[in-house]
Structure formats: C-alpha cells, structure tokens
C-alpha cells in the first residue's frame, strides 16, 4: 500500500507468440508479418538503447531516414503527384499536388507535419503521409519540414509551424485549411493549435490526428501494455525517451506544448483521431480523444484492428491504410469552409 | 511462406509486469490493482480450463452468479431505484424505475440484455448494468432475463429478445426505443436487430454496444493481444471458448446471429461503442465499429484508457464508469425519438 491506502499491485503477464491475425487484410498481414520477422532476425535498434550525443544522434539519424526514404519511389508509382521545394517565412516546405486534384475543393488546402519523434524523417523523407494524404482528399499538401534536434530542440518545430501558418492562414480563412500529422505530427498538430489559442490567434478549420504523440512523459498505459506487440514503435523506454529528452530540451517533457495531453481543448476545431489496437500511442490518442470530449469539441475516434503505430502510413497498398486516410479526408469534406 | 507465398510469422512479446497506470482516476487505479492482487493470489478460474458437463457448468454458474450478486447492496445504495419483476411474452424481465426518472423522456424506454457470455448473470445477478443504464440516462429500462445453457443454447436468448421487443413495441414507436448491452448483452442487441431486419420489422432507435461479445470463433487479435492483461475477462482460451460452444450448439460459432461481426449491418440504427485499452474485446469491438461505418451506419466509438472488459459496470464507483454511461445517455437521447 502507498501513503493513500491504495493498493499498488503489479499485473504479471507471461511472455507470448503473437500469430499474425486473419482479421485484417492480406496486405496488411504480409505486413505484420513483415514486422515480427525482422524483429525475430534482431533488426531494429537494440532495445534500451538511445544514443549518448550530438554525433551519435546524427548517425542514426541519417541510417534511419535513409531507410524511410527507400520507399519513395513505390509511393511515387502508385499516388503520383508533384512535388515543389518553397520556403515559406523562412521554412522549407513541400508543396505536394496529387494528380487526383479535385477542383471543386481548390479553395481548401491542408498543412502537414511529418512523424518521426521530432528528430527523424526531416528533408525528403518528410512527405510520405502528405502524399496519401494528398491523394484521398484531392487537396493540395504543404508538407512542413520544421526544424529538428540535436540543432533545434523544442520550441523550434512550433515556431516553424506557427510562421507558416501565418502565412497560409493571410492568403485565405482559416476555416477552409485543415491541419494533420502522424506521430510527433500529430502532437505538433495539437501544439500548433495551443500556440494558437494561447496568442488569441485563429485555429484551422478541423484537425486529423493520426496516433498522436501526446504524452513524451512515458506514463501512457499503452507504452507498456503494447511495448514488443507494436511493430513500428517497439518501446518507449531508449529510444524512444531518447528522443523525447532531446526535443524536450531545457522546457522538459511535461510543458503542454511538448506533451499536449496536458493541455487544455476548449474551442478546439473538430477533430478525427486514427490509432490501432497494436499501437503503441493508443492511450496517447484515446486520452487526448477524451479530453476533447469533455472539453466539448466535436471529436471522432477510428481504431483499426491490429494496426501498429502509424502503419496505415507504412502499408500503403493496405485498404486499411486506404480506409484510414478516406475517413481523414472526409472528416476534411465534412468540416472545412472553403 | 503459405501457399500463398505469404509469410507467416509469429511476434514474439517477452514477459512483463504491468503497473496500474496514473493515468486514470484513483478509483480506477484501485480497480485495476485489486484485480492485479486477485491474480496474483491465484483467484479466478484456472487458465485454460472448462466445465465438461452440465452439472459442472451449473456449480460454476452458480458460484459466479453469487459474487456477481454480492455487488448488489452497494449498487442500491449508490443508485436508487426500484426493481419490479415482470413476464413480457413469458420471458422474465425487471423492470428498472431510477429515482432520477426524467419526466421529459416518459415516452422513451431502454431494453438492456445483460452480459455474462450467454451462461452467466442470469436472474438477479442480471441486472447491475441496467441499474446503471437507468440512473445516468433518467429512464425506465427493461432488462431480460433471457433463456441460457447449459439447458436453452441458441437461439432461446434470440428468440426471448425477439418476444419481447415485440410487445413493448405495440406499446410505443420502435423509434422511442434503445437497446443496450455489454459483452454477451452487446452481442444479444447486434443479434435482434440482425434478426429483426431479416423478418423486415423495425429496428431500436439507436443501440449502445458495450465491449460486445462479437466473434465467438476467437480470431479477434486482442484475444491473444489482452490475453492476461485484461483483468475481468483473462483469456478466451478455456472458460470463454467453452462459454461459446456452449452457446452456439448446433449452430456454430460462425452463424451470424452467434458472432454477429458476420453479420451485415447496413440499416441499422445510429449506434455507440464502448470498450477500453486493456479490453480482450477490444478487437471484437472495433470490427464491428468499422463493418458498420463500412455499411454507412452513424456510429461513435469510445475507447477507455487502461479499461479492461467491462470493468465500467464493476468499477461503478470510478468518474470514467460515469462518463461510460453518460455518453451512453447521451447518444440515447440525440437519437431517440418519442
């Protein structure tokens, strides 16, 4: 018992074989399978591991977006579109023109932000998901390719997303742009909006959250409950700390716009929300879901069966990775004026 | 590789200790490590194991349904209401009046059908839930106390339910009424509205699913994923599998009205979904979710940090039980018409 009276009891899970499922899609069970067979062959970072300074972090760095860009030119060969290289207040972004540009909705564009734990997938590895996300809602994609650690820590990547922001939002109303991200994309989204608020400033028209990375803190149930069982995003403890401390900085991991889940949602835009049940950050988006309902925002949550963290962004050829970004981009349809 | 040239490989999850997260309520936190302590004390059914006969089933029911009564004073005192015992069509139902009974919905009635895997909770242990249903919602439910094994397997529960919304709906508009339910009695309501579109009769205004019993074959990833984690339904293996077969009969686990995740869901009502991050039927609960916004069914899904199956009906003391059935209230009264 604790100084309460509460009891504090741990729950003892045995060690278990995860089958890949036949719940899901052919697809998508190649690419589970994928996942358990590379970890089975020890790929992937050591487990704990995080690098110790700016030279190791670059590294990896490099290896790891290397490997995210690998797949470019597959997700070039079945979502053609184009892409143009512009600075917008000083920030390098991507303007991405999918070839199912729909017409009828050229008064609306989206901004995106990458995942990648605020420290991988900057440069040309940022654009995969604004290139689906793009293709499933025949608007327009400026991909922002913020700042990142070990240079830039925190508060550099919101800086980067409110100037561009600003800029976009001059050229047309706010309501007809939506704002959306995967991962620490997802919790830069949630950080853009606080920032936002907090300056008394407009917020985008609707949000759509794919896994989002609310809590750097740690304390989210689903970081032990699905640590080994997600297959993207393995384990927090390393790694995925590592990263955390890193753009965390001197504001540290429990400053709201670091970790939004402790922030505050009132006034928020509507929101979607898309995490799976493998998902390592399926209590970072249920909780943040959550706290926009109280809050009084209109929300939507999607749970998609056995999907790991931001896989629908992996498995592109999956029609779950479909389904996820159709009902992105019809939340868009639904909620932007424009 | 299968046939297919699909690889086949298993994940590998080596053992863990959970701890009760701190990020639910403090009352939720006790839930959770009371269930932990019971474990570890060795309490519950052996793993894996299952009655072999019916007299086997009826000691095991009968020392289930004591502890689940055992909840019942504290239940009373914390929602008070009155409980009167009714035949509707020769099936036995309560009558649940909560003292919050709302004037302004006279016209409205829930219709709850209790969980307990099609075996359990029968007579006076059935009705916690309704219980709660009625106080958050302020409206009279009727709860059936509906036929079960090891005498009546399907489809006496079926055709119980069937009987019964069929009387209460000469009274009042199909439209006015809700139905709901949790784990088996999730599964009951998806299969009278199923058997009620296949005879062509109206359906409920709207329905709420509580973590529904919906894939009695256990191919739901979360019964291997939550296997152990989830600390009020454990493992499918053994006492659950044996509680569908039982059930199913002759007809098989795989007939749609048995696991309605086989079911086809286009016509149906505007529909609610409850279920949490430590659910073993999480998975069963975002199929159907998903099979139903596929048909173009209104449907809502919420999902609750570290919540294991259920545990809002036992855990009715925790702010996240309240807000379970708030929504649930909620839903019931955007939708329902009378």
Known sequence: MDDAGQIQMNREIPAKSLKTPTTVSPELQRSISGMAAAAAAGGGLP?????????????????????????????????????ELRQIAGVTVRE?????????????????????????????????????????SGMKVISVDYRMPPEHPFPAAVDDAVAVWRVLRADRPAAAMGAFGTSAGGGLTLALALKLKELGETLPGALALGTPWADLTGASDSYQVNAHVDGIFSNFDGFGKGMAELYAGAAGVTHPLVSPVFGEFSGFPPTVFVTGTRDILLSDTVRVYRAMRTAGVTARLEVHEAMSHAEYIYAFDAPESAVAFQDIAQFFDEHLKG
């Open 47 to 83: 487990v704990g591991w995080a690098p110790q300074n700016a030279a190791e972090w670059k590294a990896v760095i490099a290896q790891m977006d290397a490997q995210a860009l690998s797949v470019a030119p597959a997700i070039k060969a079945m979502f053609p579109h184009t892409s």
């Open 96 to 136: 991405i023109t999918p070839s199912t540009l729909d017409p009828a909705k050229a008064g609306k564009l989206l901004v995106h932000f990458h995942g990648g734990g605020y420290v991988l997938n900057g440069g040309e590895a940022s654009t995969g998901e604004a290139v689906l996300g793009a293709h499933y």
